[in-house]
């Protein structure tokens, strides 16, 4: 049995950002060192790592989504606890760093995980007497069930880096994992007062010694049949993702930690070898006070203000997170898959995969009844123009389940180089992309028809808009991602796929890059908005009808569904994208779909001019305040 991802991504996350509390090193990183052990090595191009947070190779199980947990039973647990064991059985782990912090706490998650399955640990640091002490311990803990061999390494010294598989026992160098933890930071100097030793041995250790590392143990791995098998695991920081002041070192050699990580899953995406880095915020250890050169007092004061998560888990099944009172939940929710894109303040949160009972649409909505929509502009900084757009869910039964969310970038317009032809009108380039778990079927990004599709739908409805000989031989890019689909995913009965979904998030599309477009700046005749309609057979009905802003999931069948892009000043239509098959052929049936459709339109314009409104008195208003308005 393999144990759902969102446990073992919460078990890594629960300090992601340095302004969060420290927490016991333990909990922090080592119980999910111990996780990752847990997949099976013969999973075929498993290698997986996703912004700073752990993650196994397999997907998401469809019945959940990181932002709540859900503690695994007893029973279930002892079945993961076993199944890890069986997986590390006769493996060899190499964990450097090992004497004190998240290094030892990663030697013991590993001991306990597998106590009686003959495991090697292969602990190393510079401090030998530490590492005897911990061998020690955990042969006791274990009752010999885990052989501990204490090496002397320095990884900062190619040398010995160089010389250490080696230097181990014959029985010792079949290696199946390697723990790159060993790492430190010296001083908290700001630039231009970086002492030169302190650069060197930060890099030396956090960075060249965790190449060199790699390197003299991949080989190992790339020699075992079938296209290689073996575990590298490189702490990182979140330091390499957020930089602060007094941390330039530090922070770059973080960061170089995870481009060097990404390059090597790349380098071996076609082999079984896996490249996981594990990214902790603040966690307690001797880390600063090797900052601050042993001045201990100094190094207390780091956690003086803090109350960290360092309650360890109750579980026997390699350090699950048990969320009982002494976790900070807080702290964990906002932990949720980075991967995901969140919204603007005011919007609402996304749901839970948790399979709730299933919801009803709210009473006396009607069939024509038109979803309320939420949108913002001005939300991406770097981006010439943005927009944020949110649709009601008619299933949902709180304000934190929402069907439909949408962000759009507009980038440009941007002289074109010289070599490309002359155009003597804006060259308008469309990207529509599904995030990773945007809807049920949809774990990862994978480029498909429905996204080229939409592309294509979008661009020719923008480009009757868009007055494009005012910049000749330029080019902008409009870019909207689809972060949740338009699905009634409360219903763990839901199978639909996306189809007749695919339409509603067209409309979302076209309204949204409308918006962004106006943000950016880009002259227009007119806004630009979307609208469906569709034809439904509903449960005791016996003729199908036309319905506005179709909910897809609440109906029996759809037969036709219809997305119009409208300019409602000029009363013209830019595009019409028709899906499905009228009963005969009905023109009649076509063109009441077509005005039903434009009644959206005009609704979803009025939200367009109001958001637009809002951010031209908001402007305005920053003007004043400034002094910058012309009085």
Same mark, same amino acid.
């Given at each position: 049995?393999?144990?759902?991802?969102?446990?073992?991504?919460?078990?890594?996350?629960? *300090?992601?950002?340095?302004?969060?509390?420290?927490? /016991?090193? !333990?909990?922090?990183? #080592? +119980? @999910? =060192? %111990?996780?990752?052990?847990?997949?099976?090595?013969?999973?075929?191009?498993?290698?997986?790592?996703?912004?700073?947070?752990?993650?196994?190779?397999?997907?998401?199980?469809?019945?959940?989504? *990181?932002?709540?947990?859900?503690?695994?039973?007893? /029973?279930? !647990?002892?079945?993961? #606890? +076993? @199944? =890890? %064991?069986?997986?590390?059985?006769?493996?060899?782990?190499?964990?450097?760093?090992?004497?004190?912090?998240?290094?030892?706490?990663?030697?013991?998650?590993?001991?306990?995980?597998?106590?009686?399955?003959?495991?090697?640990?292969?602990?190393?640091?510079?401090?030998?007497?530490?590492?005897?002490?911990? =061998? %020690?311990?955990?042969?006791?803990?274990?009752?010999?069930?885990?052989?501990?061999?204490?090496?002397?390494?320095?990884?900062?010294?190619?040398?010995?880096?160089?010389?250490?598989?080696?230097?181990?026992?014959?029985?010792?160098?079949?290696?199946?994992?390697?723990?790159?933890?060993?790492?430190?930071?010296?001083?908290?100097?700001?630039?231009?007062?970086?002492?030169?030793?302190?650069?060197?041995?930060?890099?030396?250790?956090?960075?060249?010694?965790?190449?060199?590392?790699?390197?003299?143990?991949?080989?190992?791995?790339?020699?075992?049949?079938?296209?290689?098998?073996?575990?590298?695991?490189?702490?990182?920081?979140?330091?390499?993702?957020?930089?602060?002041?007094?941390?330039?070192?530090?922070?770059?050699?973080?960061?170089?930690?995870?481009?060097?990580?990404?390059?090597?899953?790349?380098?071996?995406?076609?082999?079984?070898?896996?490249?996981?880095?594990?990214?902790?915020?603040?966690?307690?250890?001797?880390?600063?006070?090797?900052?601050?050169?042993?001045?201990?007092?100094?190094?207390?004061?780091?956690?003086?203000?803090?109350?960290?998560?360092?309650?360890?888990?109750?579980?026997?099944?390699?350090?699950?997170?048990?969320?009982?009172?002494?976790?900070?939940?807080?702290?964990?929710?906002?932990?949720?898959?980075?991967?995901?894109?969140?919204?603007?303040?005011?919007?609402?949160?996304?749901?839970?995969?948790?399979?709730?009972?299933?919801?009803?649409?709210?009473?006396?909505?009607?069939?024509?009844?038109?979803?309320?929509?939420?949108?913002?502009?001005?939300?991406?900084?770097?981006?010439?123009?943005?927009?944020?757009?949110?649709?009601?869910?008619?299933?949902?039964?709180?304000?934190?389940?929402?069907?439909?969310?949408?962000?759009?970038?507009?980038?440009?317009?941007?002289?074109?180089?010289?070599?490309?032809?002359?155009?003597?009108?804006?060259?308008?380039?469309?990207?529509?992309?599904?995030?990773?778990?945007?809807?049920?079927?949809?774990?990862?990004?994978?480029?498909?028809?429905?996204?080229?599709?939409?592309?294509?739908?979008?661009?020719?409805?923008?480009?009757?808009?868009?007055?494009?000989?005012?910049?000749?031989?330029?080019?902008?890019?409009?870019?909207?991602?689809?972060?949740?689909?338009?699905?009634?995913?409360?219903?763990?009965?839901?199978?639909?796929?996306?189809?007749?979904?695919?339409?509603?998030?067209?409309?979302?599309?076209?309204?949204?890059?409308?918006?962004?477009?106006?943000?950016?700046?880009?002259?227009?005749?007119?806004?630009?908005?979307?609208?469906?309609?569709?034809?439904?057979?509903?449960?005791?009905?016996?003729?199908?009808?036309?319905?506005?802003?179709?909910?897809?999931?609440?109906?029996?069948?759809?037969?036709?569904?219809?997305?119009?892009?409208?300019?409602?000043?000029?009363?013209?239509?830019?595009?019409?994208?028709?899906?499905?098959?009228?009963?005969?052929?009905?023109?009649?049936?076509?063109?009441?779909?077509?005005?039903?459709?434009?009644?959206?339109?005009?609704?979803?314009?009025?939200?367009?001019?109001?958001?637009?409104?809002?951010?031209?008195?908001?402007?305005?208003?920053?003007?004043?305040?400034?002094?910058?308005?012309?009085?």
């Amino acid at each position: 049995m393999r144990p759902p991802r969102h446990l073992l991504r919460t078990a890594a996350s629960q *300090t992601l950002r340095h302004r969060h509390p420290p927490c /016991s090193p !333990r909990t922090a990183v #080592a +119980t @999910a =060192a %111990a996780a990752l052990s847990r997949t099976p090595a013969t999973t075929a191009n498993c290698n997986h790592h996703t912004n700073g947070v752990i993650s196994s190779p397999s997907p998401f199980s469809s019945s959940f989504r *990181t932002h709540t947990t859900t503690c695994a039973t007893t /029973s279930s !647990r002892r079945t993961m #606890a +076993t @199944a =890890a %064991a069986r997986r590390l059985e006769g493996k060899t782990v190499v964990i450097t760093g090992a004497s004190s912090g998240i290094g030892r706490s990663t030697a013991f998650e590993f001991a306990r995980t597998a106590p009686r399955h003959g495991l090697r640990l292969i602990l190393t640091a510079r401090r030998v007497d530490a590492l005897e002490q911990i =061998a %020690a311990d955990i042969a006791k803990e274990t009752e010999g069930g885990v052989a501990v061999l204490p090496v002397r390494l320095d990884v900062s010294n190619p040398e010995e880096v160089r010389g250490f598989v080696g230097g181990l026992p014959e029985e010792w160098r079949d290696i199946h994992v390697l723990v790159n933890n060993a790492g430190l930071v010296r001083g908290v100097a700001k630039a231009p007062e970086i002492a030169e030793d302190d650069m060197n041995v930060m890099f030396a250790t956090n960075v060249t010694g965790l190449i060199n590392m790699t390197q003299a143990v991949l080989p190992i791995f790339l020699g075992r049949p079938d296209g290689g098998a073996g575990d590298v695991i490189n702490v990182g920081s979140i330091a390499g993702r957020e930089a602060y002041p007094g941390g330039g070192i530090y922070c770059a050699t973080k960061a170089a930690v995870r481009s060097f990580t990404e390059s090597l899953r790349k380098e071996l995406i076609a082999t079984r070898v896996r490249v996981i880095e594990v990214d902790p915020g603040q966690v307690e250890t001797e880390f600063s006070l090797v900052r601050f050169y042993g001045d201990k007092a100094k190094a207390d004061k780091v956690y003086e203000y803090w109350d960290g998560v360092t309650q360890k888990s109750s579980s026997g099944a390699g350090g699950w997170l048990d969320p009982t009172p002494g976790y900070n939940h807080e702290d964990i929710e906002a932990m949720a898959d980075r991967r995901r894109i969140n919204g603007p303040v005011g919007s609402t949160a996304p749901p839970v995969y948790a399979n709730p009972p299933p919801t009803r649409r709210a009473k006396g909505v009607s069939d024509n009844a038109i979803r309320k929509i939420f949108l913002k502009t001005g939300v991406t900084p770097s981006a010439s123009g943005s927009a944020y757009l949110e649709l009601e869910n008619p299933h949902a039964t709180g304000p934190s389940n929402t069907s439909l969310k949408l962000t759009c970038t507009v980038h440009g317009p941007r002289a074109l180089p010289r070599s490309a032809p002359f155009s003597p009108h804006i060259i308008l380039t469309t990207h529509v992309k599904y995030a990773p778990f945007a809807t049920r079927q949809r774990r990862g990004y994978l480029r498909d028809s429905s996204e080229r599709d939409l592309g294509v739908h979008l661009e020719t409805a923008l480009r009757g808009a868009i007055i494009a000989d005012r910049w000749p031989k330029s080019g902008v890019d409009i870019i909207v991602t689809v972060i949740e689909g338009d699905q009634n995913r409360d219903s763990p009965e839901y199978q639909k796929d996306e189809g007749w979904d695919v339409m509603n998030v067209l409309s979302g599309c076209i309204t949204v890059a409308s918006a962004a477009i106006a943000d950016a700046g880009i002259d227009c005749v007119d806004t630009v908005s979307g609208g469906v309609a569709a034809l439904v057979a509903k449960d005791g009905k016996s003729q199908p009808l036309i319905v506005l802003d179709p909910a897809v999931a609440e109906y029996q069948k759809v037969l036709a569904a219809c997305c119009v892009a409208y300019l409602p000043t000029r009363d013209e239509v830019t595009n019409i994208w028709f899906k499905g098959q009228l009963p005969g052929a009905d023109m009649l049936v076509y063109n009441k779909m077509v005005e039903t459709s434009l009644v959206a339109c005009r609704n979803a314009n009025r939200v367009v001019v109001a958001a637009l409104n809002d951010t031209v008195r908001a402007r305005i208003k920053a003007a004043d305040e400034a002094g910058l308005s012309g009085k």
